[in-house]
Nanobody, 122 residues
Framework: VQLQASGGGLVQAGDSLRLSCIAS????????MGWFRQAPGKEREFVSS????????FYADSVKGRFTISRDNAKNTVYLQMNNLKPEDTAVYYC????????????????WGQGTLVTVSS
């Protein structure tokens, strides 16, 4: 599966952004989808994941209550709604796919998009 992420940008603290990731080349509903991020000088970290039917959703503690993941299987798209953004949310955000039923570890995701940069100014 090929993944194309978009929606990043420069915002101020407290603002919102919605990231999108469109999948192509394979059956979207096969995949558990995830979002990861990598801040400057840091390792890539898990943000959120969602199973194919949206029944199981997971968030990193750092984004719980502020970020919402969702997917539209008819559009082959997964979203990450980010509210009340903080400077520490600044990172390149990557969407990823796995054919495991449930996953949160980076090592379990085999397909990755190119990343979209989110910059939050204070």
């Amino acid at each position: 599966v090929q993944l194309q992420a978009s929606g990043g940008g420069l915002v101020q603290a407290g603002d919102s952004l919605r990231l999108s990731c469109i999948a192509s080349g394979s059956t979207f509903t096969r995949y558990c989808m995830g979002w990861f991020r990598q801040a400057p000088g840091k390792e890539r970290e898990f943000v959120s994941s969602i199973t194919w039917g949206s029944r199981n959703i997971f968030y990193a503690d750092s984004v719980k209550g502020r970020f919402t993941i969702s997917r539209d299987n008819a559009k082959n798209t997964v979203y990450l709604q980010m509210n009340n953004l903080k400077p520490e949310d600044t990172a390149v955000y990557y969407c990823a796919a796995t054919d495991l039923a449930i996953a949160t570890r980076e090592v379990d995701f085999g397909s990755w998009g190119q990343g979209t940069l989110v910059t939050v100014s204070s």
